[in-house]
């Protein structure tokens, strides 16, 4: 056996190429990807580049053509003002207030189930958080209040999430739509279809027992 | 308020066009992201698109076409034969026979790091599998013999992972080589550098102390 150490290193890794260095690097910046399961999608990519990473590549590139924010709301679509907000069929009167374009989307599913409100949405792009240094102006509240003047525009319905940010920035809303003519709403607290009891906190049990209602 | 139900419903829905719904499809065939997961690395991508989005894309484009599979060993590299297999500063004597690429770009980041044998590579690509239907033909073990009888190689170093699948495979490569001049190993079985005892399974404890090494 030859002893390795006869020999002089090599001369760069055997890992990748810079080529593929450089996309490892980029996929861990996305969300729920690491260093370690970047570097396993990279392969996965490289090993099915016809049948996947030419796709993506392209996919990627279309929308980057395509997407843009509408300047209405703040959804992310191929149109602006994006097809919620220039759908006729919807109902202009009410307003749902959502963190994030991942909420109207959720909402959205929501929707389709046929279950949810058909309303067109607000998207703020955040919560009030004074500690990282975002404050009303960071978030698309006072557009909020320009809509909420409109005279066809007769509820907000703040659907944030609830957290403690979440909650700190429906009040702040709240508070800022005082002059305006609506009825100011919230999502209802209780139990989620399907939950079982044995495994809900005891703040979301009160909640839900507070807000019983008659069969 | 209005009754949602006097509207009709919304023509299609808003989650997002066509081009992201693609996007994020494509995405969830990612090793690591699911359809939820997806769908917030494809809102990630959109929202950074200048910083993220594009400069993926291109990286993807880019190893599309520079990247392809060494005809001798089967790593994943900008060249064919790769650098690993074309370097002359390795120890083309010995050849490590590997599982997948993965595994080979682990040892080559332990060759980094100082302490692996800065030799040649095989990867198999899979093991045996007879209830997945993947016999020796489906892996690189043919052509892993035919270089076994270069005059040039003395080592064989089969470094499977110690899963049953791997052992298997292993012990089928050893048959095979039988009649080639080559010594034969295999990676040492032991305590992990860093593990502790107590997390430890029996297996490993008592292959580390039949394999104690004196002071």
């Known amino acids: 056996m030859n002893d390795p150490r006869d020999l002089q290193p090599a001369a760069r890794s055997a890992e990748p190429g ?14 729920g990807l690491g260093p370690r399961s970047a570097r ?112 066809a525009v007769s509820e907000i319905i703040i659907a944030v999430n609830a957290t403690v940010e979440g909650q700190t920035t429906a009040h702040f809303i709240t508070d800022r739509l005082e002059g305006a003519d609506v009825a100011i709403s919230r999502l209802a607290h209780g139990v989620p279809v399907g939950g079982e009891l044995d495994y809900l906190d005891e703040g979301t049990l009160s909640a839900a027992l507070r807000a019983r209602t008659k069969l």
């Open 18 to 31: 810079q080529e593929i260095e450089r996309l490892i690097q980029l996929l861990a910046r996305l969300p």
């Open 40 to 151: 396993r999608a990279a392969l996965h990519l490289v090993k099915r580049k016809d049948a996947l990473m030419v796709p993506l590549a392209g996919a990627m590139a279309e929308a980057v053509e395509a997407v843009g924010i509408c300047s209405t709301c703040g959804n992310i679509d191929t149109s602006d003002p994006c097809h919620v907000c220039s759908d006729p069929r919807r109902d202009h009167s009410m307003i749902i207030v959502v963190e994030d374009v991942s909420d109207l989307w959720a909402l959205e599913r929501a929707n389709d189930a046929g279950g949810s409100m058909n309303a067109l949405y607000h998207v703020l792009g955040g919560t009030l958080s004074p500690l990282d240094g975002i404050g009303p102006d960071d978030l698309s509240i006072p557009a909020l209040v320009d809509r909420a003047q409109d005279d």
